[in-house]
């Protein structure tokens, strides 16, 4: 079955930080946009990041811009979310999520994604 299991979450210091692992299964991840997603306590989920199916074309929440890196493996079936300079307004738990629509250039639109994964904990905390 499609299955997504996010890993690498877990406390960081502001200015750490931490490598988000979406591993897939179930489905060959290249045909995919992935997302990142996140919802942090008494907000709404927001878009992050993604990349598209069709590298190398990818897109950032202004907030985590030049910050935060999304990449992917395709042999290892598995996304990235490289997480720089953190800053206690990351602290959320963390979403990947896949779209089949890989033809066209990934949203930050949760709506657009088919399959999640169960999230895991980010924390940045002095």
């Known amino acids: 079955q499609v299955q997504l299991v996010e890993s690498g979450g877990g406390l960081v210091q502001p200015g750490g930080s931490l490598r988000l692992s979406c591993a897939a299964s179930?489905?060959?991840?290249?045909?995919?946009?992935i997302g990142w997603f996140r919802q942090a306590p008494g907000k709404e989920r927001e878009g992050v990041s993604c990349i598209s199916g069709s590298d190398p074309y990818t897109a950032y929440a202004d907030s985590v811009k030049g910050r935060f890196t999304i990449s992917r493996d395709n042999a290892k079936n598995t996304v990235y979310l490289q997480m720089n300079s953190l800053k206690p307004e990351d602290t959320a738990v963390y979403y990947c999520a896949a779209d089949p629509s890989r033809f066209r250039l990934c949203v930050l639109r949760g709506e657009e994604y088919d399959y999640w994964g169960q999230g895991t904990q980010v924390t940045v905390s002095s």
């Open positions: 179930g489905f060959t991840l290249d045909y995919y946009n």
